[in-house]
């Protein structure tokens, strides 16, 4: 229904894979979630926000940045080849990030750089400016 938990109303009190995580003293945030499927029009990705502080985060206020991190095509088709993902598959091979309505702007500084494998799990890295 394209609502956002958090944010509309009707589901202000769902998460939908949300998470809040404070970054260490070097700035770095480490959380574990799914790889996301890639639904029409959109090339796999996750949206990410930073905030100064903790209780802002929670809060949802004084948002320093929004951005979204592309995920590589190579893990992506990796990783939509397991079950699951029959629609993904689908869906990656109608888009690209040049074709993207948000990523076709310019998406160097949000493709992440992705290792590891479906069995073993992915490690997904962005070094993100604020």
Known sequence: ??????????????????????????????????????????????????????????????????SQLALPEDASAEVYATDGYDQSVRNLQQVSLDSDNVFSDGYSLQLATVTGSVSQGYTATLRVPV
Do not use: K
């Not at 938990?5 to 799914?34: H, K, P, W």
């Open 1 to 66: 229904e394209g609502r956002y938990s958090m944010y509309d109303d009707e589901v202000a009190g769902e998460n939908y894979l949300r998470g809040v995580q404070e970054c260490d003293a070097d700035g770095t945030v480490t959380f574990t979630s799914i790889f996301p499927a890639c639904y029409a029009g959109r090339w796999p990705h996750i949206h990410f926000e930073v905030y100064p502080s903790l209780d802002d985060a929670t809060s949802a206020s004084n948002r320093m940045r929004t």
